[in-house]
């Protein structure tokens, strides 16, 4: 069989209505493109606000002025994920009527507080950029709390949804009907916490190294000065909490899999049979319901899914075939994520001891490649661990409830729709770029007040001030 019968095959093939695969293509698509952003909107202001109060606190004009070169970035980010959010809330309805149809009345609420928490964040960030020269210092400072939280709330809303699916509750099956909702309940999960806090977390990783990435490839390039100092360390300084914290909460969370999701934790360890005690296996790949190419590490695949050295892992054979989910995906995105994050924080460590032990590695070209390296490795680890997560829990959308291949939309049209949304994509990333560019390059220009829609212009106590 050649190329163009494989591609053809795969792409008419389906287990389920006709609507499945370009549902699931431009799911993946849409939620991979916009959680990086969301990641933005949780880790940036926080950021942004401790360089903006150092400003304050110490007469810093570096300072001062990085928060607002990152204000400015965070605006076009703002505008950006507000079009790809648009088009997920349209995407919830379109690609799964089985899910919101059925299951609308439970999951509404975290969905009305996450759109609430959109125009919050919009309101301060608007208050913030404009507020330049225009408020007094301590309280133009104070609108990034709200801005911040807002975007927390927001993104703990949509991981509540993606938890529930994971760990259904709030409501009743009556014959088929659902019956009984308690949104609350449905909303506040029992794994909505470790998961949201996993996501936290990821957000700062994310956000801390590709920031500090793009200051450590100006460094690169000779620009060693107290701007691109104090950009590097701030972010680098949350991203090194964010990777020494994710494993001990990853592992915290793992270990709920076993009992709540046996066949997600057989597919994570590429366990075949139930195994007591389990091996650590590195890599290997399922060939025809056989192993291979996979390294054993005895008894670590037990303490890392179960806090014990000899307690069982549970094995594809004890899951009925038609509930296993696709292991050589699940597996491999899962040893990315925990490989990446392991990586990353070994890295941090070494920067850190060295630094305590005086020695400064950003003046070491090496260092600084693999620090530019790191950013586009955490969204790589964070984008594997969505991947493990929902490939994982297939065949199931909503655990044990309803199957995906029921959620999905019957219309054949939705590759029309993936079409679309895929020019949409391309095109939002390539505006970024170019205007990220252009900002960057009038900055190192010397301008520092782009005009709007970046933020404002000179406001007028400014303008006096340069008469």
């Not at 927390?152 to 991981?159: H, I, L, M, Q, S």
Request: proline share 6%; glycine share 10%; aromatic share 10%.
């Amino acid at each position: 069989m050649d190329f163009v019968e494989v591609a053809t095959h795969v792409l008419t093939s389906s287990d389920g209505p006709s609507g499945l695969l370009p549902a699931r293509q431009q799911m993946a698509l849409s939620l991979g493109w916009h959680i990086v952003l969301a990641c933005f909107g949780v880790a940036f202001p926080t950021m942004i606000y401790v360089v903006h109060r150092r400003g304050i606190v110490r007469d810093d004009a570096v300072a001062l002025a990085l928060a607002k070169r990152w204000a400015k970035v965070s605006a076009v980010l703002f505008a950006i994920g507000a079009v790809s959010g648009t088009v997920l809330s349209f995407e919830m309805g379109l690609l799964w009527p089985g899910l919101m149809g059925r299951f609308g009345d439970v999951l509404g609420l975290p969905f009305a507080f996450e759109g609430l928490s959109f125009f919050v964040e919009a309101i301060f960030l608007g208050i913030y950029l404009y507020g330049w020269g225009r408020m007094p210092a301590r309280r133009h400072l104070a609108m990034l709390i709200p801005m911040g939280v807002a975007g927390v709330v927001g993104t703990f809303c949509v991981v509540a949804v993606n938890a529930w699916m994971n760990n259904p509750t709030g409501f009743r099956l009556v014959e088929g009907e659902v019956t009984d909702v308690n949104p609350w309940r449905a909303m506040f999960n029992d794994g909505v916490w470790l998961q949201f806090a996993h996501m936290w977390v990821a957000a700062f990783m994310v956000v801390g190294f590709v920031v500090a990435g793009v200051y450590a490839a100006g460094m690169l390039r000779g620009r060693v000065d107290a701007h691109h100092r104090l950009g590097f360390t701030v972010p680098f300084a949350f991203a090194t909490v964010a990777a020494l914290v994710q494993p001990f909460i990853g592992h915290v969370l793992g270990l709920r899999i076993a009992t709540t999701q046996p066949s997600k934790l057989a597919a994570f360890e590429l366990a075949t049979t139930t195994e007591q005690p389990a091996p650590l296996r590195l890599g290997g790949i399922l060939v025809d319901g056989q192993v291979r190419g996979a390294i054993d590490i005895p008894r670590i695949g037990s303490l890392i899914a179960r806090n014990s050295f000899d307690e069982p892992v549970p094995g594809l054979d004890s899951i009925p075939p038609g509930d296993r989910p696709p292991v050589n995906i699940t597996h491999l995105a899962f040893q990315s994520m925990v490989g990446i994050g392991t990586l990353l924080a070994a890295a941090v460590a070494v920067y850190w001891i060295a630094r305590w032990r005086r020695r400064d590695l950003t003046g070491h070209r090496w260092f600084l490649r693999g620090a530019v390296v790191a950013g586009p490795l955490a969204v790589l680890a964070m984008e594997s661990g969505w991947i493990a997560t929902e490939v994982g829990r297939q065949p199931w959308t909503v655990w044990q409830v309803l199957r995906t291949t029921d959620a999905a939309s019957e219309s054949a049209g939705l590759w029309w729709s993936y079409a679309g949304a895929v020019v949409v994509y391309v095109g939002m990333t390539i505006g970024a770029v170019v205007v990220l560019r252009s900002m960057a390059r009038r900055w190192r220009a010397g301008e520092e007040d782009l005009p709007s829609p970046y933020g404002p212009g000179d406001s007028p106590v400014d303008q006096a001030r340069s008469r």
